[in-house]
């Protein structure tokens, strides 16, 4: 009856570690794509990133957009800080960079 008992508890004991070889098997067969797929989420994350400041971009493009196309006011600020135009009887002053030596 021990003999049995043994031989019982021998079976069991190869059984589990048969299952944990093939489960080891299993993770060290599946490891390079578990690291693809994570490398794949913090590109993702990234170019999620991206798409958002691209997103902002646009907002703010389309902001401005819409302020030149009804607003002339804007776009006399535009004039005055792009052209360097003036109104008749005003004074354009232009401050130049410090040039370095």
């Known amino acids: ?4 008992l043994f031989w019982d508890k021998l079976s069991k004991l190869i059984l589990l570690l048969v299952v944990a070889a093939v ?5 060290l067969r599946y490891l390079p794509l578990i690291r693809t ?7 993702l994350l990234a ?3 991206r798409v958002a400041e691209q997103e902002r971009l646009a907002r703010q493009l389309r902001a ?5 196309q009804h607003d002339p006011k804007a ?3 535009l004039a005055r800080e792009k ?3 003036a109104k008749t009887n005003e004074m354009v002053i232009r401050f130049e960079p410090a040039v370095r030596r």
């Open 1 to 4: 009856m021990n003999v049995s």
């Open 23 to 27: 489960g080891v098997f299993a993770f």
């Open 37 to 43: 797929n994570q490398n794949y989420r913090k590109e």
């Open 47 to 49: 170019l999620d990133g």
């Open 64 to 68: 401005s957009m819409e302020s030149v």
């Open 75 to 77: 776009v006399e600020r």
């Open 83 to 85: 052209l360097g135009w």
